[in-house]
């Protein structure tokens, strides 16, 4: 880092003392708010869209989950697949937070220098693969395995309800759904949490073993408190990523415009991305766009609260003050 | 302000440092780790060989064995307080290996499956009069992979400029809205691909101002790339050293001209890299073009007027058909596709290595 920091009231003087410089500052500046002018644009044209559905629809929009634009009325409502891309969302957390946790220690404390550096770099080209490439795969290499592991799992644990199938078909599950979420969420999680343990000043953890400390213990009152707010942070932001996304799901997931609560290796279930992606190919008017155009906004509300409640505490925690 | 050594000096602390007492290992604590890795290891091999068990059921029966293992030899060698050591290894090695095997598995498809559609008609021929019974000899994918380049071509030219102009106005103007500049960038690269889709889709497709074109497609691209432009420009401006930039204004250079002249030199190959990660993260992204370009079996060349194929497109037209010529071609788009992911992630890890020179 640098040693003499400019004061910004040097910079302003700096700036504005020349005409050439008022125009670039200005340019930049203005460029520089582009970001908020494209969030409160999405915010404001897609509400615009939600506006009309509500009138017609009311909050059953929202509470009832059913897509038929036949009947009549129409009974239209996307509870389910909000519901859905929440549980989604979960069984990938539920798989992705141990095994980045568990990464990040190995990366961090236990592997040797080249490993470590081999592994990051394994990570990081994950993160790089394409979704519709992650899809393609998934659609016809973890299928049949998936199959086979959830027919285990209903073989030896169906008496718990989570894991009750009754129609013996075990593709397009939420499992599957939300186990090639949780291989998009681990790069993600795992980049943050990495850099977080990283972080721990290594003369605390020295101190800490040669105190006797275990491996555990280490983790558990030295590294893990000191990157507590970082790893949160982590998790959100993998969660976030994991509400948004659409194409690998849309491949290995039945949708079905029910809600399937919990029965998380049962066949069909929902998800607010694959239903816009699924239903715009053959949506039948403009009110079908219309639906989407709403739901989409739904969508966005929900992935930009996570998102912003996810860097307001990775930023707290220093990870992005240098 | 960096505290000169003298260099024999620092060979010694950190030599010194290197010794950590605590962590020496004995000839017992080696013999029981192999005998814990090797006696599980055994019984799976042989559950596999000699029993009819599926062979997921072996995987499930072969981590608890594991740890069981490994506790074992913890409480051998360290005691009680061993075990819960054991169980975090054991599981640390377990998701690093996992992650390893979806890796490769993912490599080894593309590779095989992508293999057989490769040919040069695939390569260089669009894929007019092709359905997707027609076989594998006919069509190719010329067409998309030219949409895929013109999409993002388009797209860097939008996002690029403005992802390095916030960056300079992060690191460089330095005004009062910094922290607020920051924050919704971050915001903005959570926003789902799809959303990016529907939002130029429901401001200028429906409202006339442009076609379903290439064009709309590089602006959906752009809102997802900026993001990641602008931040890790950010990064890269933040390491220029400030004597640089004092430098340049005490000999009288204006503000505009020291980040023009001397700044973004200095980060150069830093800001080469920001744009291949960002154009990287857009590559592969489907939804959104779903939307906004369209697909078309014919090669487009004109970003205004028709829809245009891409990849992304590509693969998801032909994945689930019931004719294997069409998945084939699915997976032979996949491979290109991954081939270009894979050119510009080597690029930019082979510049990151030396950020300023």
Known sequence: ?322 | MTTTFDPATIEVLQQQKKTHPWRKRTTKFDVSVAIAVAVPLAIVIALFLFSDFPGALIMAIYLPLQMFASGCAAVATKGKRGILDSVIIVNAVGASVFSFVVLLSVAWSLISHGLKALSIPFLTQNSTYISPSTPLEYGGMAHAALGTLLIVTISALIAVPIGIATAIYITEVRGKAVPYVRFFVQSMSGVPSVVAGLFILTTLILTGAINTSAFAGGLAYAVLMLPTVARTAEEVLRLVPDDLRTGALALGSTRARTVLQVVIPAAKTGIVTAIILGIARVIGETAPLLMTSGKNDATVTNPFSDPISTLPVSIFENVAQPYPDAVTRAWGAALILMVMVAILFTAARLLGRNKIK
């Open chain 1, 1 to 322: 880092m640098a040693n003499i920091d400019l004061e910004q009231r040097d910079l302003q003087a700096a700036a504005t003392s020349h005409r050439g410089d008022r125009i670039f500052n200005r340019s930049i500046t203005a460029a520089a708010f582009v970001s908020l002018v494209i969030l409160a644009g999405i915010a404001i044209f897609l509400g615009a869209q939600a506006v009309p559905v509500f009138q017609q629809l009311g909050f059953g929009f929202l509470t009832s989950t059913a897509w038929d634009l036949n009947s009549d009325p129409i009974s239209v409502g996307i509870f389910g697949m909000l519901y859905g891309s929440i549980l989604l969302a979960l069984i990938a957390l539920v798989i992705a937070v141990p095994a980045s946790l568990l990464l990040s220690i190995f990366i961090v404390f236990l592997a040797p220098k080249k490993l470590a550096s081999i592994l990051t770099n394994a990570i990081d080209l994950m993160a790089a693969i394409p979704s519709v490439i992650l899809g393609l795969w998934a659609f016809y290499m973890l299928n049949p395995q998936a199959a086979e592991w959830q027919s285990l799992l209903h073989d030896y644990l169906g008496w718990i309800p989570l894991f009750q199938n009754d129609s013996g078909n075990f593709l397009g599950t939420p499992f599957i759904g939300g186990f090639i979420l949780a291989i998009m969420v681990i790069p993600i999680t795992t980049s943050v949490t990495r850099e977080v343990l990283a972080r721990t000043p290594p003369e605390l953890v020295n101190a800490a073993e040669s105190l006797g400390c275990s491996l555990w213990t280490m983790l558990r009152y030295v590294a893990l408190p000191y990157g507590r707010g970082g790893i949160v942070g982590g998790i959100m932001l993998g969660l976030g990523r994991a509400l948004g996304e659409t194409i690998a799901v849309f491949f290995v997931l039945k949708l079905i415009y029910d809600t399937n609560w919990y029965h998380v290796i049962e066949s069909g279930g929902g998800s607010v991305a694959t239903l816009i992606v699924s239903r715009f190919g053959e949506a039948s008017g403009p009110f079908e766009v219309q639906l989407l155009l709403a739901a989409g906004f739904f969508l966005f509300l929900m992935t930009l609260i996570v998102n912003m409640i996810a860097n307001l505490i990775v930023s707290r925690t220093g990870r992005l003050k240098k």
